[in-house]
């Protein structure tokens, strides 16, 4: 892939894909805690209307047999970039409805990127299927004293950005500072029963995860931890979406949205209705590693209620105008 594809695009792929297997194997663990057989897993359909629905109920989605990514693998040579299309088509399809707005899209950048990996169907193929065979090992049980998933997610967004002469704040806070920014707010939440944190930029997601994790030691659910994200370019979003969703939060205590911070004050409003539904939610804590020293339209922002009495950032710096949205 090196000579088809800028180094920093090789994140997209790989933790497309990753993510995908993921959402495979979540699918069968559920299917065989439910009693489901070998037999049964192979049988699976969209047919199926009565399983469909009670999967898509319990995970918030739906992936048929033929396409999942231990399917894929067993095909050998008969695996082709076709079966990789009709499986994304079918998962965007196929999304609870109650789980539309955490998945929908989501593998919008793999989708798209995928005939740059060749000229043909044989060549994306090809690319395609050293990538599975790369990954295929890669555990997801959870079983191990470290944080795999986590650990690959940073080496490839730190590495790839990095050797793209892209700044690596874009898509995540570097561990130590994250780990730190996570000790400070857990202490002052640890005697809190419930807790909401939002990230107005969240990148990549990890920010949002290790505060999380770290609020999570002195509670006695860490289910009670809702997540709200907030970011404006959509392959990141996309990536904040699947860290989330890897790291085996609750689809239920995941709010995402792709947007402007700076120009729309989100939380909270109904995308289709923002007018009449502006309902602000009040959190516990916001965290953010905020695009320093941005350039912003500045315009007419000394009405806008998180600006007004404290004075509007320059035109060339957004520092100031981060700071007090967030506040």
Not at 118 to 133: F, N, P, R, W, Y
Not at 297 to 302: F, Q
Request: hydrophobic share 35%.
């Amino acid at each position: 892939m090196r000579s088809k594809i800028e180094a920093n695009e090789y994140k997209d792929y790989i933790l497309g894909f990753i993510f995908y297997k993921y959402l495979s194997e979540s699918q069968l663990k559920f299917a065989k805690k439910e009693g489901f057989t070998y037999k049964d897993i192979k049988n699976l359909t969209e047919d199926d209307t009565e399983t469909v629905e009670h999967i898509r109920k319990n995970v918030g989605y739906f992936i048929s047999y033929q396409n999942l990514f231990s399917t894929w693998l067993a095909m050998g040579s008969d695996f082709g970039i076709a079966n990789v299309h009709e499986a994304l088509s079918a998962f965007n399809r196929l999304i609870s409805p109650a789980h539309k707005k955490l998945f929908q899209g989501i593998f919008g950048t793999l989708e798209t990127g995928l005939s740059k990996l060749g000229d043909s169907a044989a060549s994306q193929t090809k690319a395609v299927s050293e990538m599975l065979q790369l990954i295929k090992d890669i555990p997801m049980d959870g079983k191990q004293d470290y944080d795999v998933l986590g650990f690959i997610y940073e080496y490839l967004i730190s590495n790839f950005a990095a050797s793209a002469g892209k700044k690596v704040g874009e898509f995540y806070t570097p561990h130590e500072v994250s780990l730190l920014m996570s000790d400070i707010t857990a202490h002052y939440l640890k005697d809190r029963k419930e807790i909401q944190i939002y990230d107005p930029t969240s990148g990549s997601g990890s920010l949002l995860i290790n505060i999380g994790k770290s609020v999570a030691r002195y509670m006695a659910e860490k289910d009670n931890i809702k997540y709200f994200a907030q970011e404006l370019k959509q392959n990141t979003y996309n990536l904040t979406r699947m860290n989330l969703v890897m790291r085996g939060i609750l689809a239920n205590n995941i709010t995402t949205r792709n947007g402007d911070t700076l120009e729309d004050d989100w939380l909270y409003f109904d995308e289709t209705d923002p007018t009449n539904s502006y309902n602000p939610l009040y959190v516990d804590t916001v965290v953010s590693n905020s695009p320093y020293s941005q350039a912003w339209d500045s315009k007419d922002k000394a009405d806008d209620a998180r600006y007004a009495n404290y004075g509007v950032a320059p035109r060339s710096k957004a520092d100031f105008a981060f700071l007090l949205l967030i506040l």
